[in-house]
């Protein structure tokens, strides 16, 4: 199944624990550090460089590209260590995370209660998601580096609704 991001509420009611889906259009990257610096932000009542709002976050740092391509390696990173952040990110409107691996019930829960997903990306494939970005933009915390916020530009992304929005999980 083919979908473009972001996701409408028909889509979202429409897609099940265990679909395998292609993905396209926008999602935003973030590690560790970048969630640590939008909390911090969120924290001090301060807007963020970016819009949450119906955001797909990729739990990923793109590695740099080589030459002729709009971004490198871009595997994801295991999303139980961003359990912490995920719940109050969706109830400020996230649209939906994409990782690696099972997250926790209280993510489970939150992602149920707000009616969005989680999207499970393969581990160990970061060439071929590399092969997927068309345009890729750092648009907030160059310092970070890798672990900056990435705005990617995706065709054919794949991924396996780990969570679907009523809160079934393939874990």
Do not use: W
Not at 125 to 145: H, R
């Amino acid at each position: 199944m083919q979908y473009t991001l972001p996701l409408t509420e028909e889509d979202l009611s429409a897609l099940k624990a265990g679909d395998g889906v292609l993905l396209s259009g926008t999602i935003l990257t973030a590690r560790d550090c970048a969630h640590k610096r939008i909390f911090a932000l969120l924290d001090e009542g301060k807007a963020l460089p970016f819009d949450l709002q119906n955001a797909y976050i990729y739990y990923a740092g793109p590695c740099p590209a080589p030459k002729g391509k709009a971004c490198g390696s871009c595997g994801p990173t295991t999303a139980a260590r961003m359990n912490s952040f995920a719940p109050r990110l969706l109830k400020l409107g996230l649209g939906g995370m994409i990782g690696k691996g099972e997250m926790s019930e209280e993510v489970r829960a939150a992602v149920a209660e707000t009616g969005r997903i989680y999207f499970a990306a393969i581990g160990g494939a970061g060439a071929l998601y590399g092969n997927c970005i068309q345009k890729s933009e750092c648009i907030a915390f160059p310092d970070l580096l890798s672990e900056a916020v990435y705005k990617l530009e995706v065709k054919d992304f794949p991924v396996v609704v780990a969570i679907d929005s009523q809160g079934n999980s393939i874990y």
